[in-house]
């Protein structure tokens, strides 16, 4: 099974930028949707950004102009690049794939970020 581990979190003030990686352990080919979602305390998890296996990119409202997900099939690995981030952003944020064939889900562990005002 195709283990997710996101890294790249941290502490970063109002306005900085943050990148997010998720790292597949196997190619990434054989996952039709890759997708970042973040929980902030007391709150449920909710969608950020996807890229499909062609691809097409959706962004949630708050995240559309700010951030950016791409992916690198070479290194098996997914990015999102936080800009502008404000303390509203501060969630543990998770990397998420869909696999091609079976439609299993896949989960990282998280990473934290925390944006302080």
């Known amino acids: 099974q195709v283990q997710l581990v996101e890294s790249g979190g941290g502490l970063v003030e109002f306005g900085g930028s943050l990148r997010l990686s998720c790292a597949a352990s196997?190619?990434?080919?054989?996952?039709?949707?890759m997708s970042w979602y973040r929980q902030a305390p007391g709150k449920q998890r909710e969608f950020v950004a996807y890229?499909?296996?062609?691809?097409?990119?959706d962004y949630a409202i708050s995240a559309k102009g700010r951030f950016t997900i791409t992916k690198d099939f070479a290194k098996n690995t997914v990015y999102l690049q936080m800009n502008s981030l404000k303390p509203e952003d501060t969630a543990v944020y998770y990397c998420?794939?869909?696999?091609?064939?079976?439609?299993?889900?896949?989960w990282g562990q998280g990473t934290q970020v925390t944006v302080s005002s």
């Open positions: 998420q794939g869909i696999v091609s064939g079976t439609s299993e889900v896949l």
């Open positions: 196997e190619s990434i080919s054989g996952i039709i949707v």
């Open positions: 890229v499909s296996a062609l691809g097409d990119t």
